[in-house]
């Protein structure tokens, strides 16, 4: 009987652990910083994924990783996500009813990153985990894995990006995503933050996402704005609040949210605590 899909993932990202001391510095040189060990705990009022609602009755949220840099000036990057229902009513949504206190979704995130001048890159592959995917209200989804390639340009105090997933396992297709990013430091505690994003979905994505066949879209356009305030001098220990939206912009995605009684228009809020170690 094969191994589950992220058993195999888990398998084939193991070596990574294991990488050679030619790419991490062998002792804390001046200039190189140390690995970063990081995690935050949340809670949102809705769970959302590329426009569609996973979860509109509230979620706790989790999120565990580490970032050590790498001799060439890069960093890897390994992150956990976990998504944990609420309540046993997800409400009008993508997720099924029923797991109060249990985690719907839980990915895995193993990426490499560098900046060359104004250009900055992150690539790498993520896993997402779905326990409940059997029982799914449109249809059985598992597991899956995209590569994913995230590039961008500083412009007029601004970034500009575009990042590339696509899915080597169920799908097989891929999800297109450009935007802007900014932040603005208020003073040495608090920082503001804002990201404008717009997704084209292929064919394949638009199916496993939002259950609708053979429509490659502009999907959904995406707004997040947050504060970040330090609670110690050092900024290890963290608050944050986000406020976001987002928009189905596709007519007929439109029309087949309404017909699956989702709305295709969305507004939430998070609350975040967070340490650095």
């Not at 979860?55 to 790498?70: K, S």
């Not at 990057?77 to 719907?104: C, I, V």
């Not at 928009?247 to 939430?268: K, P, S, Y």
């Amino acid at each position: 009987m094969p191994a589950p899909r992220y058993v195999r993932l888990l398998a084939a990202l193991g070596p990574l652990l294991l990488v050679p001391s030619c790419i991490f510095p062998s002792e804390l040189e001046a200039g190189v910083q140390a690995p970063i060990v990081f995690g935050e705990l949340g809670v949102a009022s809705q769970s959302n994924h590329r426009g569609m609602p996973q979860n509109e009755r509230g979620v706790f949220e989790t999120r565990f990783g580490i970032t050590a840099q790498t001799v060439d000036g890069g960093a890897v990057n390994f992150e956990n996500r976990g998504y944990m229902d609420l309540r046993d009513s997800t409400g009008n949504a993508w997720l099924p009813d029923g797991h109060a206190g249990k985690f719907q979704q839980i990915d895995f995130d193993a990426s490499y990153s560098r900046t060359v001048g104004p250009v900055s890159f992150r690539g790498g592959v993520v896993n997402y985990n779905l326990p409940n995917g059997e029982i799914f209200p449109n249809g059985v989804r598992g597991a899956t894995s995209e590569l994913y390639l995230d590039t961008s340009v500083e412009v007029l105090e601004a970034s500009a990006f575009v990042r590339v997933h696509y899915d080597i396992e169920e799908v097989r297709d891929y999800y297109v995503v450009a935007g802007v990013r900014e932040g603005f430091e208020i003073n040495e505690e608090l920082t503001l933050d804002s990201t404008l994003q717009l997704g084209l979905s292929s064919d394949g994505q638009t199916f496993w996402n939002y259950g609708l066949a053979n429509e490659e879209v502009f999907s959904d356009l995406l707004l997040r704005v947050g504060a970040t305030y330090k609670l110690t001098p050092s900024g290890n220990t963290y608050i944050r609040a986000v406020g976001a939206g987002s928009l189905i912009l596709d007519q007929t995605l439109q029309q087949w949210f309404d017909t699956i009684n989702i709305d295709d228009r969305n507004l939430w809020a998070e609350l975040w605590i967070g340490w650095t170690f």
